[in-house]
């Protein structure tokens, strides 16, 4: 074997197992993020005002009227969230994003809400008290009404 194959071959193993190590973590990263949607809709579904505020990062933009409207929002039937789509697309030291599309579905015979698809892109961000990943923001990208 030449030198040049010495190199190379422990050089290439190296990059590899640290490209799979990435990749694991990336993996990881994707499905907590996913749980962390996963949990906003059941606690939503649920009614459960403290584990959906829960999923919410606290110094979120948007966190103090949330809480202000959500048992409002939960006055207004049986209305029913479906996580539809989730698509990572990356991070930094920071933040995370990904794509979600969510089926909101109006109770039988209500007036006042059409149900609907919503596709969003989310905003994470590591909430470091809690050590946990959470919801910062949402921009809405298209909604699809339904008949």
């Keep these: 074997m030449t030198t040049m194959y010495r190199v190379i071959v422990p050089l290439a193993a190296a990059v590899l197992g640290i490209a799979g190590t990435a990749r694991a973590a990336e993996d990881k990263l994707t499905t907590t993020l996913r749980g962390v949607v996963e949990e906003n809709v059941r606690a939503y579904d649920a009614r459960d005002t403290d584990a959906f505020l829960r999923t919410l990062h606290p110094q979120s933009p948007g966190f103090e009227a949330t809480k202000a409207i959500l048992s409002d929002q939960f006055r207004e039937g049986d209305i029913k969230v479906t996580l539809v789509d989730y698509r990572y697309i990356g991070h930094d030291d920071e933040f995370a994003v990904a794509r979600v599309k969510m089926k909101t579905v109006a109770p039988p015979g209500s007036t006042g809400f059409q ?32 008949q």
């Design 115 to 146: 149900s609907n698809v919503t596709d969003s892109v989310v905003l994470f961000h590591r909430d470091e008290f809690a050590r946990a990943w959470k919801l910062w923001s949402e921009d809405v990208l298209g909604v699809k009404f339904e």
